[in-house]
């Protein structure tokens, strides 16, 4: 039977490697990326019958080119592509770890919202309505203590869900002014015409935007095909 892959990603100190432990126990490696000095945590588990690769993400803030951990993040996600991408939040700290959950958002669609740390939000008072946020951010929540262990049969059952393709998402993207907005729809379609669905396209283009160097040379080493033809997109040169 073929494995699910299945990815963590959050903020730093939210929990992701208490949840990942926990799920894997002693089916864990761990090493470095590929040329990078940045820990590597792969697992595996095993949920109604099926097997899990799930990979605990360094921690990070965004998922721009601002260090080694942010570009390991961003890559896996959009050059590994796996069915699920679960993203752990604090739930003590929501509004600043809501950012990175837009931004994973903003890449791929297949994304289950785990907020964590929920005995802690109870001690504070803090209420977390799973519902509503959900169907703000357009994808499923789901509230977790890791720690404690509570919620995390839900939690593996909607990424059992999702993996097989039964729960559809509407992410919710950020709208940027009108004039990004305007540069956003100028390029998407040429990225589109260059990569097909191979990255998610709006994205992309933003980062075309943004300028951003550091991805479009992870960007073009990825996409090594023979070079058959050079297509030019914003002053940047890939091979079709
Ligand atoms: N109260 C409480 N503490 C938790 C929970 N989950 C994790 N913690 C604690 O939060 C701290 C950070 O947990 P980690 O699992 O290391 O967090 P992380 O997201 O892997 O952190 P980075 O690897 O730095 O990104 C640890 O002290 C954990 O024991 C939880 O559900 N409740
Ligand atoms: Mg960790």
């Given at each position: 039977m073929s494995k699910h892959y299945i990815a963590l990603a959050g903020?730093?100190?939210?929990?992701?490697?208490t949840l990942f432990n926990t799920l894997t126990g002693l089916r864990q490696h761990t090493g470095n990326w590929t040329g990078k000095t940045v820990l590597k945590a792969e697992g595996e588990y095993?949920?109604?019958?099926?097997?899990?690769?799930?990979v605990d993400l360094p921690g990070t803030y965004s998922l721009h080119s601002n260090s080694a951990d942010e570009e390991v993040a961003r890559d896996y996600i959009l050059f590994e592509n796996?069915?699920?991408?679960?993203v752990?939040?604090?739930?003590?700290?929501?509004?600043r770890n809501l950012n990175l959950a837009l931004q994973v958002m903003e890449m791929t669609n297949k994304v289950v919202v785990c907020v964590n740390l929920m005995d802690e939000a109870q001690k504070k008072g803090i209420i977390v309505d799973e519902k509503k946020l959900a169907e703000v951010l357009g994808v499923p929540v789901v509230k977790i203590s890791a720690r404690n262990k509570t919620g995390l049969n839900k939690l593996l059952d909607t990424v059992e869900q999702m993996a097989a393709g039964n729960i559809p998402t509407k992410p919710y993207q950020i709208v940027y002014?009108?004039?990004?907005?305007?540069?956003?729809?100028?390029?998407?379609?040429?990225v589109r015409e260059l990569f097909g669905d191979a990255y998610p396209a709006r994205w992309v283009a933003l980062r075309l935007l943004d300028g951003d160097q550091s991805f479009l040379e992870a960007l073009q080493q990825?996409?090594?095909q023979p070079k058959t033809k050079e297509v030019?997109?914003?002053?940047?040169?890939?091979?079709q």
């Open positions: 903020n730093p100190n939210t929990g992701k490697s095993e949920h109604n019958g099926q097997t899990y690769v799930i796996p069915e699920v991408t679960v752990v939040l604090d739930a003590t700290a929501m509004e002014s009108k004039d990004i907005e305007e540069k956003i729809a100028a390029l998407e379609p040429e990825h996409h090594n030019l997109v914003n002053g940047v040169s890939f091979s």
